[in-house]
Every structure is written in structure tokens, then in C-alpha cells.
């Protein structure tokens, strides 16, 4: 499995404003995913970031209004820019395990649950 | 492409009776499928998997489902729920080979006293 933490675990903002959630992993880990869910919906992956080379992002997201930072193998920060009110989401982290004859595995972190006023 | 639909969107129970939520996938290759459970104000967490072999997974706090490849289905059981089940439940599947889940909508599971 991966341990998983991210901050702010959750944050109330104004319109117009940016805020930068922080993933970080308790191990070194290729790819991890950055994924939104909005209020009573599933998840929708908004990218995927591996260390070293840009972001991957899904269609109707953007690297202006979503950029992603992986400095490194168990770091990376998503940043929610010039927000409105249908950005409130939680947003949610997420790494890739794959255990020899395991198959790949996501594991999520807590979410970040914003608010944007 | 791949898709998973979760027929029941919201399914309520009573206490200690029993509760099957279904998941049915598409697939034109060979997949991975998960069950992942959300309680409130929570991330995600892994209940299950199928990955191969026996088409009768068990995890965790009794949740057993079992993989069917003719109907295509992966339905997630529990034979006596609590009222701690109370939780958002997600059915997801990912290729054998890919990296990206693709998840259902979730269904709403409510445990009443």
C-alpha cells in the first residue's frame, strides 16, 4: 500500500484567488495523479505528473488553470488558479502501486476539500 | 475504451440484513477492477480487488465480490451490514498494462437502525 498525506486538508477561498494543495508519499513512487471530485460526483482525473517531465492532462483541463509541480519521486503540488465557485471540489491525490504479479493499484490520499466563495 | 456503471445510485438497508451493490464494466481488453469505499469528509479507500485467478474476492470489514466475466460484472456483498458502512462506494476498473482507473458514478450506501 502507499501512505498518502496532502495540505490544507481543506480551505475556504475568495473568487479570483489561487490556492496550492501538497501531496507528498511515504515512498518513491513514478506516477502520481491528480484527481477532482466534485460535490456528489464521481472522480475525474484532471492530470498526471511524472518526475522530471510536464504533466498529462485529461480533456477540459488546463496547465494555465491547473499547474502541477512533481520536483521529485514522492512530491507534488497541484495549484486550483484564478478560482470561481464551480471549483469547489475535493481534490484529490493519487499514486500508482504495482507489486510484482499484483497488478496496478491506486491509492488515494485524504482529499483537500475547498471552498470558493 | 473502458466504462463501469454502478446501477444503483443510492441503496439504503437496514442494520445486519444483507446488501449486494452491482458494477458492471466494458471492456474490450483484459482489466483490473476495484472496489474503493469513501466515508464522509474522506479520501478513498482500497476494499477490494480483481486481479486474476479466483473470481471470489474478499477485503476488508467483510466486503466480499465476485468477479463474473460472462456477465461482465463485479458486485460487491456483504452478508450483515452496520451502520459504520454508511459510505459513498466506488467501483473502478483499470487494462492490464494501463495506468488510468476509470471509476463509476458511486452508489450511496445508507445503513438505518
Known amino acids: 500500500s502507499a501512505v498518502i498525506s496532502q495540505k490544507p486538508s481543506r480551505d475556504i477561498c475568495q473568487r479570483g484567488t489561487s490556492l496550492t494543495i501538497q501531496c507528498q508519499v511515504d515512498s518513491q513512487v513514478t506516477m502520481m495523479f491528480w484527481y477532482r471530485q466534485q460535490p456528489g460526483q464521481s472522480l475525474t482525473l484532471i492530470a498526471t505528473?511524472?518526475?522530471?517531465?510536464?504533466?498529462?492532462?485529461e480533456s477540459g483541463f488546463v496547465i494555465d488553470k491547473f499547474p502541477i509541480s512533481r520536483p521529485n519521486l514522492t512530491f507534488s503540488t497541484l495549484t486550483v488558479s484564478n478560482m470561481s465557485p464551480e471549483d469547489s471540489s475535493i481534490y484529490l491525490c493519487s499514486v500508482e502501486r504495482s507489486a510484482s504479479g499484483e497488478g496496478d493499484t491506486q491509492y488515494f490520499g485524504p482529499g483537500t476539500r475547498l471552498t470558493v466563495l | 475504451a473502458q466504462s463501469v456503471t454502478q446501477l444503483d445510485s443510492q441503496v439504503p438497508v437496514f442494520e445486519e440484513a444483507p446488501v449486494e451493490l452491482r458494477c458492471n464494466y466494458s471492456s474490450s481488453v483484459s482489466v483490473y477492477l476495484f472496489w474503493y469505499v469513501q466515508y464522509p469528509n474522506q479520501g478513498l479507500q482500497l476494499l477490494l480487488k480483481y486481479l486474476s485467478g479466483s473470481t471470489l474476492v474478499k477485503g476488508i470489514n467483510g466486503f466480499e465480490a465476485e468477479f463474473n466475466k460472462s456477465q461482465t460484472s463485479f458486485h460487491l456483498r456483504k452478508p450483515s451490514v452496520h451502520i459504520s458502512d454508511t459510505a459513498e462506494y466506488f467501483c473502478?476498473?483499470?487494462?492490464?498494462?494501463?495506468?488510468?482507473?476509470?471509476f463509476g458514478a458511486g452508489t450511496r450506501l445508507f445503513v438505518k437502525a
Open positions: 473502478a476498473v483499470i487494462t492490464t498494462g494501463g495506468f488510468k482507473t476509470i
Open positions: 505528473a511524472n518526475q522530471g517531465s510536464e504533466a498529462t492532462y
